[in-house]
Each structure stands twice: as C-alpha cells, then as structure tokens.
C-alpha cells in the first residue's frame, strides 16, 4: 500500500488583519510551523474508597496549546512592524495547509524573538497561544499558491 504522507512545503500561519471580506495576512517566509496541540486536562478523583488504591480520574477543560513559527524576515521591514502592533493582542488566525484546508482558531500573539547573527540570515520566533476552540475546515478554492 502506497504512503499517504504529504510533505509539509507550502503550510503557511495567516493572521486576520481585515474584516468584511476577511483578510489574512502571511508573516515573514515561514519555514518551520507547530500549528497547534490538544490536550485534555486529568483532574483527580480519586477519594477514600478509590478501588485497591489506585487513583481515579476525570477529563477536564480542553486546552489547543501553543502555534510557534520560525521565519526570516527584513529587520525593521513590515512583518516586523505588523509583529510588533499586534504582541499582546487576541487575532484570529489559521494554519492553511497546501490542500487547501486550514485549522482556524484565536491565538493570544504572545513572544516575539528576532534573530540578528553577523554571520547568517535574520530570523525571528513567533509564538501564540491559542485561546478557545480549534476548528478544521476542509479545502475549498483558492489553495496556497
């Protein structure tokens, strides 16, 4: 049976940065994206009579964890300044995938860490938070060109 791996080139993180149509802007060449994680919080229930003393649990809140993106960027060029205006802000954004399909959901903007090496590319770290619900979507036209 054939692999159906895909290769990741082509997944771009987008931050809505317009309303009324929606607009979503790329920051910066991304070459490396953690969308998103799920994780279930494990909340103790265990109590006196837990059976042959072992501990019981319950499922708590969900969580989406952390979207991180490395990029290269131009120093103190727009992805910079558009960086900077919305760290610390809530912004709705997606990872797209090359399909076409894209997980949206809100992000806390929470670290920005660019890299200046006197003998290499620059570079930044982008890292957000992801506050509430992840929806997936499935491809519809125009994919990542």
């Known amino acids: ?61 969900k969580e989406g964890g952390d979207v991180s993106i490395d990029l290269q960027l131009i120093s103190g060029g727009t992805d910079e300044a558009l960086i900077l205006t919305l760290i610390g802000a809530t912004q709705v954004a997606r990872t797209v995938y090359p399909s076409g399909a894209y997980v949206q959901y809100s992000v806390n903007i929470s670290d920005w860490q660019p890299e200046n090496p006197h003998d290499g590319k620059v570079t930044g770290s982008l890292k957000c938070k992801i506050t509430g619900a992840i929806s997936l979507n499935a491809a519809s036209a125009p994919a990542n060109t």
């Not at 790329?26 to 501990?55: C, F, M, R």
């Open 1 to 61: 049976m054939p692999s159906k791996a895909m290769l990741g080139l082509g997944t771009l993180f987008k931050i809505r940065t317009g309303t009324g149509p929606d607009v979503y802007t790329t920051i910066g060449e991304q070459q490396k994206i953690s969308p998103y994680g799920v994780k279930v919080d494990q909340l103790d229930a265990s109590h006196q009579a837990s059976p042959n003393g072992y501990k019981e649990y319950i499922n708590g809140l």
